[in-house]
């Protein structure tokens, strides 16, 4: 331990500079630091900056709550400006409230059950791609499918009819880029410039046709004001656009496969999402918010495939102001990392921590909400603004094709993490699926 560090209420850690980034070899160094030294780390990274790891459940609770205001986004935000601009996600201080004040009404529990009808859509014709792919014997590459129907449902819920008309209408996908290449490069980037123009475009067309009736997010968006009864600029609102489409898929996407990767390994858990989704969801035009309420398994399920993986695995942040964490002092400056993918697995709040078991989330549970560090969502006002639709997103999918569909997998190996700015399988899981009318040829 380092006295020294101690006595200047700087927290303990190795004397050598560490490098921390987001990927592989930073989470494998974050596990040993915590070993080593315990909850609050301090250490000395190559650039001369001072950064601190907290995995202390209390202390992560109260950064990101009650002293959010003292920090902005840390280090990893610049690479993802890059990508979104200045949207939501990565904005800070005045801009951010005043954006998350605009775009906040969009996402009421109202608007989002006006979506649901799309949802159901989405996952019914991903059911009949499915079914000719199970009829012909043949596997499916579910991490591709997952990115594909996530992808596809957020732009129909942002574009509405114009998705049809505007977005597909060389009969291709021109946002397919975003599910396919996996690699932050450069021509990504570029990629997303070209989409802002289409974006525009439809923005354009519809300020032309000045018509009021469309429900979805871009009209919503478009209509947005602040406190001063401005809207967005068209750079803001195209920020705030691609936002969304990057946040509004990639999460969910990264979490139903994990969902079918965790289900086809875990039969119990699967036997009983099944039950339940015949019991409620069979009838897919009969799918509400109130069934979808009812539906806690399936709740429970996705909650405990949250806590295994995350897919926003680590959170950065930077002092602004001066801070106390613990008894520690927190210079301003100081670089923060925090891990939902540490914390979930910590024995000490979650026994048996690598084991799937939705039941850890079910009304038998004798921990209340908040018990446990739990935050694949974040945690205080930047909490993200998708929560509510993601498990409707989720359970609606899961719930409709885990009753057409039995799946196997074609490797036993377990897959490996990708660690990026979002957890992914480094590799395609690869799937067999087996219609249930089939089921008995299979057992
Ligand atoms: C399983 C699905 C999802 C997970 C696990 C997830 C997780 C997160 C996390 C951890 C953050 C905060 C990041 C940080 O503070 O560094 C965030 C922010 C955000 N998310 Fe999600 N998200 C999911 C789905 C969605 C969806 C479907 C949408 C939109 C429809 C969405 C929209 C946003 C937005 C706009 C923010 C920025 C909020 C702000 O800074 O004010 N997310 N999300």
């Known amino acids: 331990m380092n006295l020294s560090k101690h006595e200047s209420r700087e927290p303990p850690g190795p004397d050598e500079p560490v490098a921390l980034g987001v990927d592989p070899e930073t989470l494998a160094c974050l596990q040993a630091l915590q070993a080593e030294f315990g909850n609050v780390v301090s250490v000395d990274k190559p ?3 001072k950064a601190y790891f ?6 992560v ?10 920090y902005k986004k840390g280090p990893g935000f610049e690479r993802v400006k890059m990508l979104l601009g200045n949207g939501l996600i990565v904005s800070d201080g005045e801009t951010w409230r005043r954006s998350r004040r605009m775009i906040q009404p969009a996402f009421t529990r109202q608007n989002i059950h006006r979506l649901i009808g799309l949802m159901v859509e989405c996952a019914e014709e991903r059911a009949s791609m499915w079914e000719k792919v199970a009829a012909a014997g043949e596997t499916l590459d579910i991490t591709q499918e997952m990115s594909d ?17 505007h977005i597909l209408h060389a009969g291709e996908n021109p946002f397919a ?12 980037v570029l990629q997303v410039r070209e989409s802002r123009n289409l974006i525009m475009s439809v923005i354009n067309d519809r300020r032309a046709r000045n018509t009021e009736e469309e429900f979805d997010f871009l009209s919503m968006y478009m209509s947005a004001t602040d406190k001063a009864g401005e809207g967005f600029s068209d750079d803001e609102l195209l920020d705030e656009l691609v936002t969304l489409i990057v946040a ?10 994990w969902a079918w990767y965790l289900a086809a390994r875990n039969q119990d858990a699967e036997a009983k999402l099944l039950a339940e989704a015949r019991k409620l969801l069979q ?17 429970q399920f996705l909650e405990e495939t949250l806590r295994l993986y995350p897919p926003v695995w680590l959170f950065s942040r930077r002092a602004i102001e001066d801070d106390a964490l613990q008894d520690y002092d927190v210079a301003e400056g100081t670089d923060i990392y925090l891990s939902p993918y540490i914390l979930h697995r910590t024995e000490e709040y979650w026994p048996n921590p690598d084991h799937f078991d939705p039941d850890r989330f079910g009304p038998d549970c004798p921990h209340k909400k908040g018990d446990r560090p739990y935050f694949p969502f974040s ?13 409707l997103e989720m359970k609606v999918h899961l719930g409709l094709l885990i009753q057409r569909f039995h799946m196997t997998l074609e490797s036993d190996q377990e897959p490996e993490l990708d660690l990026g700015i979002n957890l992914r399988t480094k590799n395609s899981i690869i799937v067999r699926p087996h219609l249930r009318a089939q089921e008995s040829e299979i057992a």
């Open 54 to 59: 907290i995995n202390d459940a209390d202390e």
């Open 47 to 49: 650039n001369g900056r």
């Open 177 to 188: 880029f975003l599910s396919k290449d996996s690699e932050r490069d450069l021509r990504i």
């Open 283 to 299: 009838d897919a035009a009969t799918i509400s918010q109130e069934t979808l309420a009812e539906a806690v398994y399936g709740q």
């Open 149 to 165: 129907f996530a992808l596809e449902l957020i732009l129909r819920c942002i574009f509405g009819a114009d998705y049809e008309t």
């Open 379 to 391: 945690l205080g006002p930047r909490r993200c603004l998708g929560e509510y639709f993601s498990f």
């Open 61 to 70: 609770r109260k950064l990101l709550v009650k002293h959010h205001s003292r």
């Open 248 to 257: 509004g898929y990639e999460t969910s996407a990264g979490t139903l496969n």
